[in-house]
C-alpha cells in the first residue's frame, strides 16, 4: 500500500464500484436512474401532503421530514458518485470527503429517529385515539422534528472532528463508493480505538432507544389490533402500519449491519452493498412503499391527475 505523510494527504481518491469500464456504464445508467426516482418519488409525495388539507397530520409531518431526509441523503452521496463514474479522476478533497460524511452521518442519524417517532406516532393514533390529537398535536410534533434534526446534526459535527483528527499515512485511497467511516477508519496509521468506540456509544444508544421505541410501539399496536372484533378494522390497521414495518426492518437492519459489526469482520466488497442499500436503495423505495399502501395518496394523485386531464 503507498505510503504517505499525514500532511500530504489533501485529496483522497475513491476506489468507486469498479473499475471495469463496462460496468462503469452500467453503474451510471443505474445510480442515474436510481437518483432521478428517488428525487422524483419524494418530492411527490411532499406536493401531495401540502395539496390535501385532509393529510395535515401528524403521521404526514413526519413523512414529509422522512422524504427530506431520503433527499437530502442521497444528494449528499449520487452526485459525487456519478461524477467519479465517468470521470478519470476519482478524487475528492479533504474538506469534501468530510462534508460527505458529516452530511451523511447527520442525515443518517436523523431518519433513524424520524421512523422511531412515526412508531410512536402509530402507537398513539391506534392505541389511544381518543387523546391522540392532545399527546401529538402540532406543537409538540414540530419540537420533537426539531430537537432530532438539531441533536443529531450536533452529534455528528464531533464524530467528523475526531475522525479528521486521525493521521492518514497508510494511503489516500479509500475502497469505497463515499465518505464512510469504516473505510476512513482503514486509511489511519494510528489505532482509531476511541473513534470506533466513540461511534458505538453513540450509534448504540440511538439504535437501542429507537429501536425499543419501535419495538414497544408496535408490541402495544399489535395488542390492540388482536382485540379490534371486525376483521375490517383489523386490516384497515395493519395497512396503516404495514409501510412503515418494512421502511424500518429495511433501513435498521443494514444500519445496524454496517455499524455495529466488529472491525475484525470488515469486508470492502460486502460493505459496499450493505452501504448502497441504505443510502441508495432505502431513499427510493421509501416513497413507493408509502404511496403503494397509502390510499390517501393514491386518492390525491388520482383527483390531481383527473383534474389536470380534465383542464
Not at 158 to 171: E, T
Not at 189 to 213: A, E, H, K
Not at 215 to 239: D, V
Amino acid at each position: 500500500m503507498d505510503n504517505f505523510n499525514q500532511t500530504s494527504v489533501r485529496r483522497f481518491i475513491l476506489l468507486g464500484l469498479s473499475s471495469i469500464p463496462g460496468l462503469q456504464v452500467v453503474f451510471f445508467l443505474l445510480f442515474s436512474m436510481m437518483y432521478t426516482i428517488t428525487l422524483f418519488g419524494n418530492i411527490l409525495v411532499i406536493t401531495v401532503v401540502q395539496l390535501n388539507p385532509r393529510l395535515q397530520t401528524p403521521m404526514y409531518f413526519f413523512l414529509n421530514n422522512l422524504s427530506v431526509i431520503d433527499i437530502c441523503f442521497s444528494t449528499a452521496i449520487i452526485p459525487k458518485i456519478l461524477f467519479n463514474t465517468i470521470s478519470e479522476d476519482r478524487s475528492i478533497t479533504f474538506l469534501g470527503c468530510a462534508t460527505q460524511l458529516y452530511f451523511h452521518l447527520a442525515l443518517g442519524a436523523t431518519e433513524f429517529v424520524i421512523l422511531g417517532l412515526m412508531a410512536y406516532d402509530r402507537y398513539n393514533a391506534i392505541c389511544k385515539p381518543f387523546q391522540y390529537s392532545t399527546i401529538m398535536d402540532k406543537n409538540r410534533c414540530t419540537y420533537l422534528a426539531a430537537g432530532t434534526w438539531t441533536m443529531c446534526f450536533s452529534l455528528s459535527i464531533i464524530h467528523v472532528i475526531f475522525a479528521f483528527q486521525l493521521p492518514f499515512c497508510k494511503s489516500n485511497k479509500i475502497n469505497h463508493f463515499f465518505c464512510e467511516m469504516p473505510p476512513v477508519f482503514q486509511l489511519s496509521c494510528r489505532d482509531p480505538w476511541i473513534n470506533v468506540l466513540l461511534l458505538y456509544i453513540c450509534c448504540g444508544v440511538l439504535t437501542l432507544c429507537t429501536f425499543l421505541l419501535t419495538c414497544l410501539s408496535y408490541f402495544h399496536i399489535l395488542s390492540t389490533i388482536l382485540k379490534i372484533p371486525h376483521n375490517s378494522g383489523r386490516q384497515k390497521a395493519f395497512s396503516t402500519c404495514g409501510s412503515h414495518l418494512i421502511v424500518v426492518t429495511l433501513y435498521y437492519g443494514s444500519i445496524m449491519f454496517m455499524y455495529l459489526q466488529p472491525r475484525s469482520s470488515y469486508s470492502p466488497d460486502r460493505d459496499r452493498v450493505i452501504s448502497m442499500i441504505y443510502s441508495v436503495v432505502s431513499p427510493m423505495l421509501n416513497p413507493i412503499i408509502y404511496s403503494i399502501r397509502n390510499k390517501d395518496i393514491k386518492g390525491t394523485l388520482q383527483k390531481k391527475v383527473n383534474f389536470i386531464v380534465c383542464f
